[in-house]
C-alpha cells in the first residue's frame, strides 16, 4: 500500500506551502481536497498549479470531496451536477485520476432509487472526462452508511470506473461489521482513508476529533491487513479534519502521517 495524506488534514496551512512541506518529507502521494483547490485557483492559474506539482514531485491520488450528486432530483441536484461538470474538467487538466462522492448527511430522504441513480450519472460523466469515481459511505447518513450498502449499490449501477473509497473512521464508527470487508473481493477499491479516534463512544465520534492512526481505538492494524489480503496496494490517505491539528506544521503533520503509516503495514 501507498502512504498518502489529504490536504485536509492541513486545511489552514496555504496551499503551495502545505504542498512544498510535503514534498520536503516525502509524503508525495497527496488527496486534493477539492474546495482549497478552488481557492487556490481564484488567483492562480492551472497551468501553474500543474507546474508545481511538477516541480515537487506531487502525485494527486484523488479529489475529495463531491456532495449533492446523490440527492433526489431537483434544482439543489442540478447545481451541484453543474459544479461537478466543472470539477471533472479541473481534474482532467491537472492529472487527478479519481474523485471521492460522498452521500447526503443533510436530508431525510431514505430512497435508494435517487441514489443510484445519482452515482450512474456521476460515474458516465467522469468517464467521460478520464476520470475514476470512489464512493464513499459515511456513518451520519441516512442512507449509504456503511460497506454492505455502498457495495450493494457499486455492483448495481456496474459502471467500470466506479469503485469504493473506504474511510475507516466511517467504516469503524458506523454500522458496518469486520465480515463486511470479505465484500471487497467482490468490488474495485479505489481509496483507503484512515484515522483514529480514543475514548470516544462510536456514535459519539465527529470528523473532529479524528487523530492520526494508530494512537486511539480504531484496531487500524487488524483492517488494514484484512484490506491488503483483498490484493488492494494503492494508497491509504491520512484524514485528519481536525482544528486542532490545523495549527501544526504542514511538514510536522506529513512526517507524523508517514511514521503512522509505516508502523501499520511496514512493508
Request: negative net charge; contains cysteine.
Amino acid at each position: 500500500m501507498i502512504p498518502a495524506i489529504s490536504q485536509c488534514s492541513t486545511l489552514a496551512s496555504p496551499f503551495r506551502e502545505e504542498l512544498e512541506q510535503y514534498s520536503g518529507c516525502r509524503m508525495n502521494h497527496v488527496e486534493i481536497w477539492l474546495p482549497k483547490l478552488e481557492s487556490w485557483l481564484k488567483t492562480e492559474s492551472v497551468e501553474t498549479t500543474s507546474r508545481l506539482f511538477s516541480d515537487l514531485g506531487i502525485i494527486p491520488i484523488a479529489g475529495s470531496i463531491q456532495g449533492g450528486l446523490l440527492r433526489p432530483a431537483g434544482e439543489s441536484r442540478k447545481a451541484h451536477e453543474e459544479h461537478y461538470r466543472r470539477r471533472l474538467d479541473l481534474m482532467q487538466a491537472l492529472g487527478i485520476p479519481q474523485v471521492v462522492l460522498v452521500p447526503e448527511t443533510d436530508h431525510e430522504s431514505v430512497e435508494l432509487g435517487p441514489v443510484a441513480e445519482g452515482l450512474i450519472r456521476a460515474s458516465q460523466w467522469a468517464e467521460a472526462f478520464g476520470i475514476k469515481v470512489a464512493l464513499e459511505f459515511s456513518c451520519r447518513a441516512r442512507v449509504v452508511n456503511n460497506l454492505q450498502t455502498a457495495a450493494m449499490l457499486i455492483k448495481l449501477a456496474a459502471q467500470p470506473n466506479l469503485s469504493l473509497c473506504l474511510d475507516l473512521f466511517h467504516f469503524w464508527n458506523g454500522p458496518s461489521k469486520e465480515s463486511d470487508l470479505e465484500l471487497l473481493g467482490e468490488i474495485p477499491l479505489g481509496i483507503v482513508q484512515a484515522s483514529d479516534i480514543s475514548g470516544i463512544p462510536r456514535e459519539l465520534a465527529t470528523d473532529g476529533q479524528r487523530i492520526l492512526p494508530g494512537e486511539g481505538d480504531i484496531p487500524l492494524k487488524s483492517l488494514l491487513k484484512k484490506v491488503g489480503q483483498t490484493g488492494y496496494s494503492g494508497p491509504v490517505s491520512v484524514e485528519l479534519l481536525n482544528p486542532q491539528i490545523w495549527g501544526i506544521k504542514p511538514s510536522h503533520v506529513a512526517e507524523l502521517s508517514l511514521s503512522a503509516l509505516t508502523r501499520l503495514f511496514p512493508k
